[in-house]
Nanobody
Framework: QVQLVESGGGLVQAGGSLRLSCTAS????????MGWFRQAPGKERKFVAA????????SYADSVKGRFTVSRDNAKNTVYLQMNSLKPEDTAVYYC?????????????????WGQGTQVTVSS
């Protein structure tokens, strides 16, 4: 397993932007498929976005398409989630996760390693 650490969460007004980062301690992320998930209070954790090892393949939940962008910089061992045009319903704890392989149905497969999460709060 990989130890993942998220950062970049915070409080933002509706319409604003945040960029989340995910890095690993003691392990390179360059060979992993990375995902972002979120969990709102009282709700189950849901898929947000994913990116394969090279950045050549990405996938997004319908609710964030056109507003969120997942990217990675393997030289910096970091994966990002750029969130624009934020809405109150984007409020959640955001988690990054890692798995070894990319799958066509990446939004539904399990991930092996998880970070501790970072809180994103969008005020109306």
């Amino acid at each position: 397993q990989v130890q993942l650490v998220e950062s970049g969460g915070g409080l933002v007004q509706a319409g604003g932007s945040l960029r989340l980062s995910c890095t690993a301690s003691g392990r390179t992320l360059s060979s992993y498929t990375m995902g972002w998930f979120r969990q709102a209070p009282g709700k189950e954790r849901k898929f947000v976005a994913a990116i394969n090892w090279s950045g050549g393949s990405t996938s997004y939940a319908d609710s964030v398409k056109g507003r969120f962008t997942v990217s990675r910089d393997n030289a910096k061992n970091t994966v990002y989630l750029q969130m624009n045009s934020l809405k109150p319903e984007d409020t959640a704890v955001y988690y990054c996760a890692a798995r070894l392989t990319w799958e066509p149905n990446i939004a539904t497969v399990s991930f092996d390693s998880w970070g501790q999460g970072t809180q994103v709060t969008v005020s109306s």
